[in-house]
């Protein structure tokens, strides 16, 4: 890749891992100064795998594309703006994600209230409507363990996952995998707000309507050849500038 366009890509990588934090954190889906969103980096020079990560101690609302943490598969910080380092266990599971599965440029995982409960319960994320929908038959699991700083995991987490992009990680939250920032911020609301639906629809204490498998298989095919179409086929995505000019308007200082 010439010089000029690498300097963009990464720019624009940069920017947009940004903007996931800064999005995910105005959509009240942060927790505290956890849960982490990676972005796999070019190789370097001689062929090193490099992530970027955010500096551990910032909300998701400080995290700008200038402060944000090169780290390489070791887990060895190569550049720290911030001077903060990574979280330990944030490293553990996008690492293992990362090594694993190269079609993933940006990992996401979340810790939010819906997003617990319904990775806390047997049947998962029901098909319940066309949200939810999308997710039929695409979601991994993986039991939980503690809080992920054996390195011995890793291995458990990518058996699991296998070639699948959602995992519920049972007991603990959600992780989205995205050929984009932009996708794996998509996939990641989207979830969010099939969980809320599923919690909303259950508490009435009414019987619910679950979708019939072909239906909700029809549904899940749909949006993957949607996504398939931009990230693979050149289609123009819509909503992820859409996204970015929510940012610019109410939370402009992200790309510093």
């Known amino acids: 890749m010439p010089d000029g366009a690498l300097e963009t890509t990464l720019r624009d990588l940069r920017r947009d891992l940004a903007a996931a934090y800064r999005l995910i954190a105005l959509e009240g889906m942060d927790d505290s100064i956890y849960t982490h969103i990676s972005a796999r980096l070019p190789d370097g020079p001689d062929g090193e795998k490099r992530f970027l ?78 949200w ?17 700083l054996n390195l011995d995991e890793r291995a458990r987490i990518v058996t699991d996952l296998g070639s699948r992009n959602v995992m519920m990680l049972r007991n603990h939250g959600t992780l989205v995998l995205g050929r984009s920032v932009a996708e794996a911020v998509k996939l990641t609301m989207n979830l969010e707000r099939s969980c809320k639906a599923q919690i909303a629809a259950l508490g009435m204490g009414l019987t619910p309507v ?10 899940a095919s749909q949006y993957a050849r949607a996504y398939d179409a931009m990230e693979a086929g050149g289609r123009p995505d819509p909503e992820w500038p859409a996204m970015l000019r929510k940012l610019d308007k109410y939370d402009p200082d992200y790309t510093g």
């Open 53 to 130: 990560l955010n500096p551990y101690g910032l909300r998701f609302d400080e995290v700008t594309a200038a402060n944000l943490v090169t780290v390489d598969e070791t887990g060895a910080v190569v550049d720290d703006p911030y001077g903060a380092g990574v979280n330990a266990a944030g490293f553990t599971i996008h690492s293992a994600v990362h090594m694993a599965r190269h079609d993933a440029v940006c990992v996401l995982h979340t810790h939010t209230v819906a997003g617990v409960a319904v990775s806390s319960i047997q049947e998962g994320l029901l098909p319940l409507n066309q």
């Open 132 to 148: 939810s929908a999308q997710f039929h038959g695409r979601i991994a699991f993986h039991d939980y363990e503690g809080i992920a």
């Open 210 to 219: 679950v979708l019939p498998d072909e239906v909700a298989e029809h549904t």
